[in-house]
């Protein structure tokens, strides 16, 4: 079973995002969604070395909602800052210490962090301890660094990793 | 009705993209510049990509859904590509208003050791 449908849940999102692309949904498409599910992750099955598991779907779903709005918001802050003076801003890089361990779960926290308020991350340190993070305009980073943790890394630990 | 909502979002949606735009001009190195393009841009896309769907639906009375999925690929690729440019600059040193972190590593290990030295 495992070995012939290693990825349900990008079986699942890759049937939708044929969906979305034919732009119908007509039942013969459907099927040909699942199929082309069922057959992409077994042809690429050497790139997804660990299986997907997802602990707490409404969390992830709650989790989503929380980044929508702090997108909008970081938009807000980084036209502020733009429009106002550039010469003023204090960017700082900030070392942040990782509690996550899965790859799935780093990488989105890193994607996450780009996408809101005036972060970038910048590299992710040999052992996967530290996230470097750049920050457009900062004057407490040590909250900075709590902040990030309370608000997306402790979220995505409870859904990606059994506690 | 619609049609004003519309003209609002693309409004709001060039808006947003231009002080993004905007952002590299104004911004001094090439680490502040980066965080223009990856936000300002994403709620100015997105903007332009909600018109779109709402426009195309209207006007063939079926929901066109193609604009959710432009969606899904730039938020994915958005913030790899900066990543992936960040780290080549920091690869290369390039110079930064802010202090670098190998600096910042030094730095640190230099205080451990004149604490240690203090202690000794």
């Not at chain 1, 449908?5 to 099927?31: C, D, E, R, Y």
């Not at chain 1, 040909?32 to 779903?61: C, D, N, S």
């Not at chain 1, 991350?121 to 457009?136: K, N, W």
């Not at chain 2, 519309?6 to 502040?32: E, H, M, N, P, Q």
Request: glycine letters at 6%; one cysteine or more.
């Amino acid at each position: 079973m495992h070995r012939f449908f290693p990825h349900p849940i990008l079986a699942l999102i890759l049937a939708g995002i044929w969906l979305l692309l034919v732009n119908s949904i007509h039942p013969g498409q459907i099927v040909l969604g699942l199929l082309l599910g069922w057959m992409i992750p077994l042809l690429t099955t050497q790139f997804w070395p660990e299986a997907v598991r997802i602990y707490k779907p409404f969390h992830l779903l709650h989790f989503v909602g929380i980044i929508l709005i702090d997108i909008i918001q970081a938009n807000f802050t980084v036209a502020r800052l733009v429009l106002g003076r550039p010469d003023r801003l204090q960017p700082a890089f900030i070392s942040m210490p990782l509690i996550l361990k899965s790859d799935l779960a780093i990488s989105f926290l890193a994607n996450v962090i780009t996408l809101t308020p005036g972060t970038v991350s910048a590299r992710l340190s040999h052992d996967r301890c530290h996230l470097l993070v750049h920050a457009l305009d900062v004057t407490n980073t040590e909250e900075l660094a709590n902040t990030i943790k309370s608000r997306y890394e402790k979220p995505l630990k409870e859904i990606f990793e059994k506690c | 009705m619609l049609e004003v909502f519309i003209s609002l979002l693309i409004l709001t949606g060039a808006i947003f993209t231009f002080i993004g735009s905007l952002g590299l001009v104004r911004l001094k190195d090439f680490y502040t510049r980066i965080h223009g393009p990856t936000k300002a841009t994403t709620l100015g896309v997105g903007s332009l990509l909600i018109a779109s769907a709402l426009y195309f639906s209207y006007l063939e009375r079926s929901i066109s859904l193609h604009e959710v999925l432009v969606t899904l690929f730039l938020f994915i690729t958005a913030p790899v590509s900066a990543h992936m440019l960040t780290k080549a600059a920091l690869h290369l040193g390039l110079q930064s208003l802010a202090r670098l972190p190998e600096q910042q590593v030094n730095r640190q290990h230099n205080e451990q050791e004149a604490k240690h030295d203090q202690g000794d």
